[in-house]
T-cell receptor, first 115, second 109 residues
Framework: DAGVTQSPTHLIKTRGQHVTLRCSPI?????VSWYQQVLGQGPQFIFQ???????GRGNFPDRFSARQFPNYSSELNVNALLLGDSALYLC??????????????FGSGTQLSVL | GEDVEQSLFLSVREGDSSVINCTYT??????LYWYKQEPGAGLQLLTY?????DMKQDQRLTVLLNKKDKHLSLRIADTQTGDSAIYFC?????????FGAGTTVTVRA
């Protein structure tokens, strides 16, 4: 079975541009979460979506947005890119809304470089 | 609070045991996780423990939890070169994980 898949694997953008990152959860998983990992740090929570609705948002500006589609895949959008947005963006999925003893499984990430 | 702290580096000889330490601050019942990240890769879930447990063992991995001190450790027995990676401790707060900065484990021959 395929794990969490993300595309693209690498992306280079310039300041002020817009970017869309894509994620497909493990088959049967209904929840997708997005995390940002800056070099040398642990991942930071950005969003969680469950059954196509936003359940939670981390401390990120409104330039960051996301959505979940009927097939449970998800997109993360970032507008007006800043140099500081350069990071590894990780998508994770869980069977339900990540409660009780559920596990959270991560994809390999999209490495975004902003020049 | 959501601060998770880890020591940054650990060097261990092949065949020895590795012990990676972590402290967390959330006082409510929660789940605590260990993830492994190899260069250029995402996070691989290794194991997890509920905060009312003291210990969990899974093959070469042993997790110890000291609830009083909010201290979590991951012991890897018979450390191999393939165990070289960054290890992250994380605590769950509702629907999200709060991660430490990661411990870089280097296994030397």
């Amino acid at each position: 079975d395929a794990g969490v898949t993300q595309s693209p694997t690498h992306l280079i953008k310039t300041r002020g541009q817009h970017v869309t990152l894509r994620c497909s959860p493990i088959s049967g998983h209904k929840s997708v979460s997005w995390y940002q990992q800056v070099l040398g740090q642990g991942p930071q929570f950005i969003f969680q979506y469950y059954e196509k609705e936003e359940r939670g948002r981390g401390n990120f500006p409104d330039r960051f947005s996301a959505r979940q589609f009927p097939n449970y895949s998800s997109e993360l959008n970032v507008n007006a890119l800043l140099l500081g947005d350069s990071a590894l963006y990780l998508c994770a999925s869980s069977l339900e809304s990540f409660v009780d003893n559920e596990k959270l499984f991560f994809g390999s990430g999209t490495q975004l470089s902003v020049l | 609070g959501e601060d998770v702290e880890q020591s940054l580096f650990l060097s261990v000889r092949e065949g020895d045991s590795s012990v990676i330490n972590c402290t967390y601050t959330d006082s409510s019942s929660t789940y605590l996780y260990w993830y492994k990240q190899e260069p250029g890769a995402g996070l691989q879930l290794l194991t997890y423990i509920f905060s009312n447990m003291d210990m969990k063992q899974d093959q070469r991995l042993t997790v110890l939890l000291n609830k009083k001190d909010k201290h979590l450790s991951l012991r890897i027995a018979d450390t191999q070169t393939g165990d070289s990676a960054i290890y992250f401790c994380a605590e769950r707060n509702d629907y999200k994980l709060s991660f430490g900065a990661g411990t870089t484990v280097t296994v030397r021959a």
